[in-house]
């Protein structure tokens, strides 16, 4: 059993609640610029702490109005945008607790949430959402509003709130306190009904003030500039809603993006021009693979591959020189890297904004040679490690010495140990309360102090954590052998044509893998080569591409013994999609959902012995 502690910082002791930050500011700073908004022709807009707290105090009054009360709990159902942030910090002015709901959530899951946390009200984006929950409501009988942001419920909250002092809505703020609970976040669940995971106001103000205090130098792209950053994430995602809470306390200027797609945000982040951006690997994959079709096509793709392995090297000599096992970049290596510089590296960031320095990276595991091009190339990724049940971040590698291919030390005020058996647990000041209406399973999660993870990972000497699978997720073939499938799925996925990979094999004799591809790279490939655009069907019979994702798969058993190795695989004509329950609106495969969607597809994998 190994453990690591990292000591709470003594400038981070929240008091009062989140929203009391926005009046602060608002009346220190009244011009400081807080938010950027995007209006309808495109162009972002500033908003100031004042209007900020103008706008945020005149909601709070309208949801008074309108009889939301201390206590109470509202749902949000929509995506990420500047509305939801106001809601927010609406509803915690007046003790109201909120709880996010994913617009892409089934109608099942829609009114699980709704019931199990006896919403008395719910804001949706537009009609579809409406709709939805519309058509559950004879079921939620604590449900009395439904209001639709695109059918103008601001303004009618605006409206309705002038009946209410500005006296009456502060004197609710100033009743919530650290331990008053802020909001209530289901778990997307890979098995199961979601669970809400019950976190309070003093959990995400430590979280988030720890981790301003602690890295605010990589919020910066010069000293002295204002740290601003594009959110893109989920808002009903803890990751997401992180950002939003730490940029509103921090004095970040915030900016919000729907889209969680290159293309979408490429253009936006070219006009807002962050300093930072957090994101999940997904994105900077993304952003890569986009980058190297637009070089291939150019016919520069042999030049973009030297420039990679030269931000790489560079990287890795920066990184040893931080650890004392190296000298730093050599003069040649120097010069080399500012030949790319000029060529490459400073077009991906000028595509990127041009004031884009540092990226903070979580959700899932990034590849170590993916965050060494990015910081080789002038933008530095920080990757961590959280759950939504320690209100996010567990771990983030410091930007002094960063450790790429980890998930980083623990943040200061928390304490990680491995197990015995190889689970991590986690002890500190920004746990959960528990899950809402479930003591056993709070039970089972919570014990002695310890958050159970149910994720697998080491510590090494120096208190880095590497996360190595789900300890649910174990394969355990008929011959008896236990297998992780994270780490097979997740170098195949390291191919440009693979969008997922799902290793399958339990009570089977041997591991297999269903194999999905990534559109967009997929129609390069055959763009390069030549070929005809094909038809589902023959594209995942095509004998070419079939070699390509063999040599995915022979690259991935590398890492493994013969008898954890991937024997067999089924290319797939579609993607896993969270639409069809596939994967979680975090990217995580529902192992069940799909065995059962694709049974015959593993069926044909285990008919003959490969």
């Known amino acids: 059993m190994r453990e690591f502690s990292a000591s709470s910082l003594e400038s981070v ?36 702490a004042a209007e900020f707290g103008i706008e945020v105090l005149a909601v709070a009054k309208g949801l008074l109005a309108k009889g939301v009360r201390f206590g109470e709990r509202v749902a949000i159902m929509c995506r990420t945008r ?45 009609e579809i959402n409406a709709m939805t929950v519309a058509r559950t409501m004879s079921r939620l009988p604590h449900l009395r509003h439904l209001w639709q942001l695109d059918a103008g419920v601001l303004p009618e909250l605006l409206d309705a709130g002038t009946s209410i002092d500005d006296a009456t809505a502060h004197r609710q703020r100033q009743a919530v306190v650290p331990n008053t609970v802020a909001t ?26 720890t981790v301003v205090s602690r890295w605010d130098p990589v919020f910066h792209s010069r000293k002295n500039d204002q740290a601003s950053t594009l959110l893109f994430l989920p808002l009903a995602h803890v990751f997401g809603r992180m950002v939003q809470v730490a940029a ?58 030297r420039a990679v392995s030269v931000a790489v090297e560079y990287a890795e000599a920066v990184e040893a020189r931080a650890w004392g096992t190296g000298p730093g970049p050599s ?26 320095r540092h990226a903070l990276s979580g959700g899932s595991a990034m590849k170590r040679s993916l965050g060494l091009f990015f910081a080789g ?3 530095s990724v920080y990757e961590g490690y959280g759950l939504t049940e320690s209100a996010a971040s567990v771990t983030i590698n410091p930007p002094e010495r960063t450790r790429y291919g980890t998930v980083g030390q623990p943040i200061p005020g928390t304490t990680v140990r491995i197990a015995d058996d190889g689970e991590v647990l986690v002890s500190g000041h920004t746990l959960f309360k528990g899950y809402l209406n479930d003591e056993e ?11 159970y993870t149910g994720d697998l990972g080491s510590l090494d000497e ?38 997922q990979c799902a290793v399958v094999g339990d009570d089977r004799p041997y591991i297999a893998a269903l194999v999905t591809l990534d559109p967009e790279s997929v129609k390069h490939w055959l763009s390069m080569r030549g070929k005809p655009s094909l038809t589902a069907a023959e594209l995942v019979a095509d004998a070419d591409l079939t070699a390509e994702i063999r040599r995915a798969v022979m690259a991935a058993n590398t890492l493994v013994s013969q008898a954890e190795s991937i024997r067999t695989f089924r290319v797939l004509a579609r993607p896993f999609t969270v639409e069809e329950g596939h994967i979680t609106p975090s990217l995580k495969l529902r192992r069940n959902a799909i065995a059962e969607a694709y049974a015959e597809d593993i069926e044909a994998l285990y008919d003959k012995r490969p």
């Open 248 to 305: 509103i306390r921090g004095g970040v200027r915030l900016g919000h993006q729907p889209e969680l797609t290159a293309s979408a945000l490429l253009p936006d982040l070219a006009t807002f021009k962050p300093t930072f951006i957090v994101s999940v690997p997904y994105i900077f994959e993304r952003i890569f693979n986009s980058s190297r079709r637009t070089a291939e096509k150019a016919g520069k793709g042999e030049a973009f591959d």
């Open 331 to 356: 003069a040649r290596l120097r010069l080399r890297h500012q030949f790319w510089d000029r060529l490459v590296y400073a077009k991906l960031r000028a595509a990127m904004g041009g004031q884009l």
């Open 13 to 48: 002791r929240p008091v009062g609640g989140l929203a009391d930050a926005v009046f602060d500011r608002a009346a220190e700073e009244p011009g400081a610029i807080a938010l950027g908004w995007k209006d309808e022709n495109g162009q972002w807009l500033d908003v100031t």
């Open 184 to 209: 209530i976040i289901y778990t997307s669940g890979t098995t199961g009904p979601p669970k809400g995971c019950v976190i309070t106001h003093g959990s995400l103000m430590h979280q988030t003030d």
């Open 377 to 379: 190339a002038g933008i």
């Open 82 to 126: 500047y509305e939801w942030t106001v809601f927010d910090f609406a509803c915690w002015t007046i003790g109201v607790q909120v709880v996010p709901i994913y617009p892409t959530a089934s109608a099942e899951q829609i009114t699980w949430i709704l019931h199990d946390s006896q919403a008395t009200a719910v804001v949706v984006e537009n």
């Open 462 to 499: 120096d208190g880095y954590l590497t996360i190595t699978g789900r300890k649910k997720e174990i394969i355990v073939t008929s011959g008896g052998k236990s297998v992780s499938p994270l780490l097979l799925e997740e170098r195949v996925q390291d191919h440009l044509l693979v969008a």
């Open 441 to 451: 399973a709070s039970r089972q999660t919570l014990r002695g102090g310890w958050l």
